[in-house]
């Protein structure tokens, strides 16, 4: 039963766990997401307008170039075809879209990887998933509207084929100045130049789409680190949370054990006494006395037991402190001593005193007779014939305490930390000696309500000691 609970406790721990981590996982990953794609913006808005460039002027009004941008006239395929190179002869003045353009690709000053045609865009293949943001990743182009027009500003510009005009087309076309065109798999961002032509800067859409990859794999390897981790520490914590059960049912089990030993014998002597009474209907009652003192004796046993096991649950119910009043140690102390020597004497046993005078204290006057009393009674139980009980009480400024120290008896240190539990006793003292194993438990219980606190030692050679501390109350 105990591991059902353990693992029902484990996967609870876990389901819980996992749900706020992959809830907080997700925020995570569309937060570095959302800043990863700001990043290409920024950097492509940066290529489009460069630093470079005078405040109030655009990329074809900068300094101008020193080298000619590749043109669709400078390339092979049907493009060439479609239109003829704007260039001018040396010494003749540029046309203005061409002049623009070439000044355009001067102004910016970092490289630009290739691409490639057709009807979907593609950059040059990056080295790795965790690559950073950088121009490398990015192509820019110079388009001209009126005249069908593109060039690419590149280094390598005999690496890379112009994209089909529709593209450039498309992208002017677009409302937004930075996007994404899902038809051809790019992202892009244009400028209208004063002159009439774009400046266009485009990258692949697998490269967003690697960065989500990159999340997604660290928060996974991430989120496994830590469910295995949780799994080991769920374990061990379910095992902790579990002692206590543990502890509750082995008590439980005891519980039963030890009332059914307790009961069985009363009620074997009663059905015992009884059948002798059936069998000898015709005989005075007389004759019959030791029968009935006998059943008499096992039905007030039981009901002691009965009413032990009452008052115990009633004080461990009770959550609230005794009503507390103004009472003599000293006196409950003496009063215990008188009402038990009887009981010494016919065991041979030897009680001193050494009790302070007019010891008061604040606690219930009914809880602290009946402390005084059992573990007086406790300690005349123990001790072996011709030994010693000691019982003291001394006050102090802060505290009262009422010692009663046994001068033979001994409790094993596997013992000692048990005999404040129900019925418990230990295994050499169940069949010698009388009780139920409630007197010190209801004697702890009763110390605690009355705001004191209840200790033991015990040794071979000075023997038991049973001690209460209390707070004293001052009559000034």
Known sequence: MLKKYRQKFIILNMVTVGLVLVVAFVYIGAELYRSDYNELKNVMSMIVKPWNASPGKTAAESDPPEKPAQTMAETDGPQQNKKESNAEPPGKPQQPDAAASREEAESSSLPEPKGSTGGRHEIKEKKSPQQKISNDNILTYFYSPGTGEISLLSDDKDDYDLPDEQLMKDIAAAKDSFGELRNYGIIYYKEHTESGTYKIAVTDVWYINSTILRISLIL?????????????????????????????????????????????????????????????????VEDNLQWIDSTDTAAREMRNMINEMLTLSRLEADEKPAQQETVSLSLAAERAVLQLESVAYENGIRISTDIE????????????????????????????????????????????????????????????????????????????????????????????????????????????????????????
């Open 220 to 284: 996974f390897a991430v989120f496994l680190v830590i469910m295995g981790l949780l799994f080991l520490i769920s374990m061990r914590l379910a095992r902790i949370a579990a002692k206590p059960m543990e502890k509750a049912i082995e008590m439980e089990r005891r519980f039963v054990r030890d009332i059914s030993h307790d009961l069985k014998t009363p009620v074997t002597v009663i059905l015992a006494n009884n059948s002798i009474l059936k069998s000898n209907p015709q005989t005075k």
């Open 357 to 476: 005078e007019n010891v008061n204290i604040l606690a219930s006057s009914e809880h602290i007779k009946r402390i005084c009393s059992g573990l007086l009674e406790n300690a005349l139980k123990y001790e072996p014939e011709g030994g010693a009980v000691d019982i003291k009480v001394n006050g102090g400024r802060k505290a009262a305490v009422l010692c009663i120290h046994n001068s033979q008896s001994f409790i094993p240190p596997e013992e000692l930390s048990h005999i404040f539990e129900s019925f418990y006793r230990g295994d050499k003292t169940r069949s010698s000696r009388d009780g139920h194993g409630l007197g010190l438990p209801i004697v702890r219980r009763m110390t605690e309500l009355s705001g004191g606190t209840i200790s033991a030692r015990s040794s071979r050679e000075e023997g038991t000691s049973f001690s209460v501390s209390f707070e004293v109350h001052s009559q000034n």
